[in-house]
């Protein structure tokens, strides 16, 4: 076979093992591994390096409005360009419906500012804030119908809170179809309430912000999204867990044999509350919710990661700057409900996963793998993506395992003026990273072009059919016919 590429000398990362060998690529596709193969118009030298799958960036913010307007910083050139510079081939934001809008123009939105400008690979989640029956009959249906397969609610946030009556439809919609619906689950009035007493008492700054979203918050709204999952027989993938009792649940429901998926996120093992509490306004670059927790939580975050409980460690990428375009978009000195919510780190997500993970020796190599890539591939219908195998996609990301280094702003490329994780020194990065089979990222310069990126268009979300249903429930409401027996 003549190869177009071929990445010799590395330790190749599959599923199951690793092992010292090459990689031929054709067509932009893997065509063959082997001990050695001869040949290729181009040859990579991988001697001493690791040879993984393109991470799948899962869950980030990217020239996405919030609900109250604010644009985040990156668009899809630099929020490509940041997770490439960060060892992901390819990633899927969200698709923001704010209501009123129909669905139908919001994919138009994001298919304008996502195919001119990104480099990788892309998919969206949606975001569903508006479920209205023409939403669930006709616009969900004909999204899912061209690839768009999984959708994010929200339990809380006036704006964005479905309510459990709407999360029932939008679970049963998502079941019939094959779709997967994400969830950020947190009791909306516990947080109301607690903001009421925060602000009464005039308690504003942002320490504040962790006290106002409890722990109890995030496990009583996973328990409550557990049950309505269960109830119509749905998948759910639930977002940025920061709990222990959170992960609990998720894992208990598991054991249970429920389709019910969740991910972490770096911010939650890397930070804690404390500091919300850094001085003059610092405390606001840690705002995200739900909130940081403490280090007993990371320790319970690492073993529910280590167990599989956890299917990705996802960046949720949410940029939004230091300055008035950003955080302070509200005032200078805002109470914290006025802060921009999240954290950067969509460039931070796998070095900080390999470097605590893998390098640190709470993850093997085949579950960094899992985690940053081929669980969101199989979770999210990216067919062709997320391992190194004959016929898949040539994404692939060439790591230096034993190079230690302090994190730095300019390592981000993104638009940010802050990056959380600044002065960190992790060891284990990425070097050099092909796109099927096209280098995006070599050396620390970047070579792909802008807009080079596609649309992949994404296979239906299917559970274990051997997963259990509420039986009562199901003959009585006919649903879910086309992808259960
Ligand atoms: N949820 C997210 O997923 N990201 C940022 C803020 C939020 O509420
Ligand atoms: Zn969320
Ligand atoms: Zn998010
Ligand atoms: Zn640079």
Known sequence: MEFD?????????????????DLG?????????????????????????????????????IAQESSSGLMSADDYYTGSVSAAFGGNSSFIPFAAQHRGQSVDAVIETYDSRAAPNSVLDYSYHLIISDPTEKVLTEELPRAFA?????????????????????MLDILTVA?????????????????KWMNARLAAAGL??????????????EAEAINRAIALAR??????????????????????????????????????LAFTRADLD????????????????????????????????????????????????????????????????????????LPYLFSEGVAAGRISLQQFAALSSSNAARLFGMERKGALLPGYDADIAIWNPEETREVTLADQHDAM??????????????????????????????????????????????PDPNAPVEPELDPALNFGAEIRP
Request: proline share 7%; charged share 20%.
């Open 5 to 21: 590429t071929v990445i010799h000398g590395g330790t190749i990362v599959t599923p199951t093992e690793s092992w010292q060998g």
């Open 25 to 61: 690529l054709v067509g932009g596709r893997i065509a063959a591994l082997a001990e050695r193969l001869p040949g290729g118009a181009r040859r990579i030298d991988a001697t001493g390096r690791l040879v993984l799958p393109g991470g799948i960036e899962a869950h980030a913010h």
């Open 146 to 166: 061209r690839g768009i397969t999984s959708f994010k609610v929200f339990m809380t946030y006036d704006l964005m809170n479905l309510g459990d009556r709407g």
């Open 175 to 191: 079941r019939r179809h094959g779709a997967l619906t994400m969830v950020h689950a947190e009791n909306n009035d516990m947080v």
């Open 204 to 217: 504003a700054a942002p320490k504040y912000h962790a006290i106002s979203r409890p722990a109890l918050a």
């Open 231 to 268: 109830l119509v027989g749905a998948g759910l993938f639930i977002v940025h867990v920061s709990t222990p009792e959170g992960a609990d649940l998720v894992a208990r429901a598991q054991a249970c044999g429920l389709p019910i998926h969740a991910e972490t996120c770096p911010q939650y």
């Open 278 to 349: 850094r001085p003059g306004m610092e405390g606001a670059k840690y705002i995200c919710s739900p909130p940081l927790r403490d280090t007993a939580t990371q320790a319970a975050l690492w073993s529910h990661a280590r167990r599989g409980t956890f299917e990705s460690v996802s960046s949720d990428h949410a940029p939004y700057r230091f300055d008035a375009s950003g955080k302070f978009a509200n005032g200078a000195e805002p109470a914290y409900p006025a802060i921009a919510n999240g954290l950067p780190g969509i460039a931070m997500r």
């Open 417 to 462: 003026d802050y990056t959380p994780f600044e002065g960190m020194r992790l060891t284990g990065w990425p070097e050099h990273v092909l796109s099927r089979g096209e280098t995006v990222v070599e050396a620390g310069e970047l070579k792909a072009a802008r807009g080079r990126g596609r649309f992949v268009a994404r296979a239906p979300y299917r």
